[in-house]
């Protein structure tokens, strides 16, 4: 018993090494796709690539993006898969009369790139600016899990307008998210991504539409209510009770897309991204 004592902190020191340099392989779950199917891929799935070139992409629209429409909502997807599983918000979205641009992050699908947050945060950012030449104004910014961490970043380092953002089972940092799940480990000082929500939204003043999933067995609720009890601009929270992390109402015909919608659209108020 007593050589087990005197080892355990040599045993703790192992665990602790590892996670750090691991940690990646525990936040990030990208699903990969062959350059030469991406296209094909695609167009399975009633998209087109964005921009029009594999080796160039960011993501994919919908082919009627060109026409008049009411926005464009970028969406920044979870942390596993890619893209191409996101279908679902071109399906609700379109039929509102939205523009819809399934980002894709670097290392997902067939992007090059490394993951991590900077990298995610300036690759978002990038695609912002592009689509708000490309097709105006407004320029909505939705973001799932992972992706809710990437329109903060993008939104707190970006110089593009921004109208309206939505946080679909978002947290307030990713080191309280770290310390539910990891609580034995010094994780303040072993995350290399913060994605701290808070932080980067503080300046925004647009509205934040906010989506909670009541039985979220990812994210606690608790990360989810300091978040939106924390943002001080416009907002609004959807709660679904019996809801989990992935099991949210994603249907196109769910009422609540179409308030949300209002909600953004509707709210004038600082209506655009801005410092003071």
């Keep these: 018993m007593k050589k087990l004592m005197l080892r355990l902190p040599i045993y703790y020191l192992i665990v602790v090494s590892g996670m750090y340099f691991l940690?990646?392989?525990?936040?990030?779950y990208p699903q990969k796709t062959d350059p030469q199917l991406i296209e094909q891929a695609a167009e399975s799935r009633a998209l087109r690539l964005w921009p029009q070139n594999v080796k160039t992409y960011r993501g994919f629209v919908s082919p009627g993006a060109s026409q008049k429409s009411l926005g464009t909502i970028l969406v920044f997807h979870g942390n596993a898969g890619n893209a191409l599983d996101r279908t679902y918000y071109a399906s609700a979205l379109n039929r509102l009369g939205y523009r819809v641009i399934l980002a894709e992050y670097p290392a997902y699908g067939s992007r090059p790139g490394k993951t991590s947050e900077k990298e995610f945060t300036a690759d978002a950012v990038q695609s912002i600016?592009?689509?708000?030449?490309?097709?105006?104004?407004?320029?909505?910014?939705?973001?799932?899990?992972?992706?809710?961490g990437v329109v903060g970043g993008a939104v707190a380092n970006s110089n593009t307008a921004v109208d309206g953002v939505v946080l679909i089972t978002p947290w307030d940092s990713l080191i309280n998210l770290a310390r539910d799940k990891y609580w034995f480990l010094p994780v303040?000082?072993?995350?290399?991504?913060?994605?701290?929500?808070?932080?980067?939204?503080?300046?925004y003043r647009g509205p934040v539409a906010v989506v909670m999933a009541g039985q979220d067995e990812i994210i606690p609720n608790l990360l989810t209510r300091r978040l939106y009890d924390a943002l001080r601009q416009p907002k609004r929270l959807w709660t679904f009770p019996k809801a989990g992390h992935n099991s949210w109402p994603s249907g196109p015909h769910e009422s609540w897309w179409g308030e949300m919608m209002n909600f953004l659209q509707s709210t004038e108020a600082g209506n655009e991204f801005r410092k003071p």
């Design 23 to 28: 940690q990646d392989y525990f936040i990030y």
């Design 129 to 148: 600016r592009l689509a708000s030449m490309e097709f105006g104004r407004p320029i909505y910014l939705l973001g799932e899990s992972l992706g809710c």
């Design 188 to 203: 303040k000082w072993m995350l290399k991504d913060r994605y701290d929500n808070v932080a980067n939204l503080v300046n």
